[in-house]
């Protein structure tokens, strides 16, 4: 089974459209993370969650809005965009108090926004 | 101030040939740690392999090792016979501070590897 997975893998919407994306990790992790990442470029960090709380948002717009409804699932929702926020936008989630607490990716959203 | 440098924006190898993809890091933190991740075109982030910074030893995973030489704050990955399923891009990243709490990653731009049969 694929540790940490993402729906859709593809969406294309309208700037006036609201939509989800959906991330579930199978690991027991206690932390999670939304990323966005251009082309040819790395990944960008936008949010984290610590415990369910959110511990981190990188000044990214309101148009973007996280939820994570427990431990194991994190949504990003989506309204408004622009056509300047198509990315890949990539869920991570790791084990935080561990020495080394490397983040599992899942294999990303592509998003086109018309 | 640009923390990660990868400075090779795209590499050649041969197959079954061991490449070197360079990293340097610049931090005043004497605590963090260092990753490297792979990135094929189907876009998953694969994590390779972690060496923290009390690390006395360089790690090594598989065909990957870690040539960590913390004077000149270098962070290389060394891939050992290279296998076609190796063409991707690769990016180093570090963690810094105590290896505890959230994960904050800052990303090189990456090295994107091309390997020749």
């Known amino acids: 089974d694929t540790e940490v997975t993402q729906t859709p893998k593809h969406l294309v919407m309208g700037m006036t459209n609201k939509k989800s994306l959906k991330c579930e990790q199978h690991?027991?992790?206690?932390?999670m993370y939304w990323y966005k990442q251009k082309a040819k470029k790395p990944p960008e960090l936008m949010f984290v969650y610590s415990y369910e709380k959110l511990s981190i948002n990188e000044s990214v717009p309101s148009r973007f809005s996280p939820e994570c409804p427990n431990s194991s699932l994190l949504n990003l929702h989506l309204h408004a965009l622009q056509p300047e926020d198509s990315a890949l936008y990539l869920c991570?989630?790791?084990?935080?108090?561990?020495?080394?607490?490397?983040?599992?990716f899942g294999p990303g959203t592509r998003l086109t926004v018309l | 101030a640009q923390k990660i440098t990868q400075t090779q924006p795209g590499m050649f190898v041969q197959e079954k040939e061991a490449v070197t993809l360079d990293c340097t890091y610049d931090?005043?933190?004497?605590?963090?740690?260092l990753f490297w991740y792979k990135q094929p075109s189907s876009g998953e982030m694969i994590f390779l392999i972690y060496q923290g910074s009390y690390d006395q030893q360089n790690a090594t995973e598989g065909r990957y090792s870690l040539n960590f030489q913390k004077a000149r704050k270098s962070a290389n990955l060394v891939i050992s016979a290279s296998q076609l399923g190796d063409s991707a891009m690769y990016f180093c990243?570090?963690?810094?501070?105590?290896?505890?709490?959230?994960?904050?990653?800052?990303f090189g731009a990456g090295t994107r590897l091309a390997v020749h049969p």
């Open positions: 931090t005043s933190d004497p605590s963090y740690g």
């Open positions: 991570a989630s790791s084990q935080e108090f561990q020495d080394r607490n490397e983040q599992f």
């Open positions: 990243a570090m963690r810094e501070g105590y290896p505890g709490g959230y994960n904050k990653l800052i």
């Open positions: 690991l027991g992790h206690n932390a």
